[in-house]
């Protein structure tokens, strides 16, 4: 890698306090519905992303597959249930709670890998794996004796993280073959029309949303979206990807930082304990796993959008 910039952590810093602050949008969009929170996350991104995509990407767009075509569709389902289930499980839990479980994807990803492309756990991402789920269960453990609501929140951020492992583990191929701009622009609009027929039987409305609501649902398509993944990616040319990723362990105590002295969350002695042996166990695992295998996807096709 090249000599990166003097500047380059301060741009790290920027990056997770964009990403961080997703959880924080949505926690103050108050009563609007978490499918219409995320049709409008990624709708507004669709709609800022299409003329730079039509203008530079429009040549290799007419040159993609019918099958790389229906795998980025697929991706974009499971997008839209990720945005689903997790923006919904913040009506019920904790944002930090919430927030460190949703980050056990690149667990979830890797057993995924293991089931359907037969790759081997070495012994230190067995060891992390049972490290982190261990830190999963005290989370719940303590949220099951705050309340059923709290443990069904914890709920839906898991399968807020299974859901964004289908899409990167149908992205994994698919994304060698299209640019970054195309393949991410074809999933945001998959997933933005998921999420439009998704919404269209419910009682939620597109329309009749407060002038603040709008705003934050503009901010959630530029700062987590754009800002923060776009640095992100912009930080590869000059930081490893087992770098970025233990960056991003850091997303779920921005976001705590912030519900705190936003909302007034303070976490129990189960929520620490938890969220600590959870952070650390995907520590050890990022660092088990990295060194063995060499990435194929930018950070913008692995995390959520």
């Known amino acids: 890698m090249n000599r990166p910039p003097a500047a380059i952590y301060a741009v790290l810093a920027v990056a997770i306090l964009s990403i961080s602050a997703s959880a924080i949008f949505v ?10 929170i995320a049709f409008y996350r990624l709708g507004i991104a669709v709609v800022l992303m299409t003329p730079w995509v039509l203008l530079k990407h429009r040549d290799h767009l007419k040159s993609i597959t019918k099958k790389d075509a229906g795998f980025s569709i697929m991706a974009g ?55 982190a789920i261990t830190g999963s269960i005290v989370l719940g453990w303590g949220d099951f004796q705050a309340g059923g609501e709290a443990l069904y929140g914890d709920i839906l951020a898991l399968l807020g993280g299974a859901m964004v492992t289908g899409y990167f583990l149908i992205g994994q191929s698919v994304r060698k073959r299209l640019t970054l701009s195309s393949y991410t622009w074809l999933v945001y609009g998959m997933a933005t029309v998921t999420l439009f027929l998704y919404n269209l039987p419910s009682p939620a409305s597109f329309l009749g949303h407060s002038g603040e609501q709008w705003l934050i649902f ?22 490893s990807t087992s770098q970025i990723s233990m960056a991003v362990l850091l997303e779920p105590v921005g976001a705590s930082i912030m519900a705190y002295f936003l909302f007034d969350e303070i976490l129990s002695w189960t929520q620490l304990l938890g969220g600590a042996v959870v952070l650390f166990g995907l520590m050890i695992f990022i660092l088990s796993t990295t060194r063995k295998r060499k990435p194929t996807l930018s950070y913008s096709a692995r995390r959520r959008g």
Do not use: C
Not at 221 to 237: C, D, E, R, V
């Open 27 to 36: 926690r103050l969009a108050g009563d609007a519905p978490a499918a219409i």
């Open 218 to 239: 503009l901010a959630l398509a530029l700062i987590p979206t754009f800002l923060g993944h776009s640095l992100l990616n912009w930080s590869l040319k000059w930081v």
């Open 77 to 131: 389902i499971f997008l839209a249930a990720h945005f689903i289930l997790w923006f919904e499980s913040l009506k019920y839990t904790s944002v930090a709670s919430s927030v460190v479980l949703v980050s056990l994807q690149p667990i979830f990803a890797f057993l995924g890998t293991y089931f359907f492309f037969r790759e081997r756990f070495s012994a230190g991402a067995v060891l992390s794996m049972m490290i």
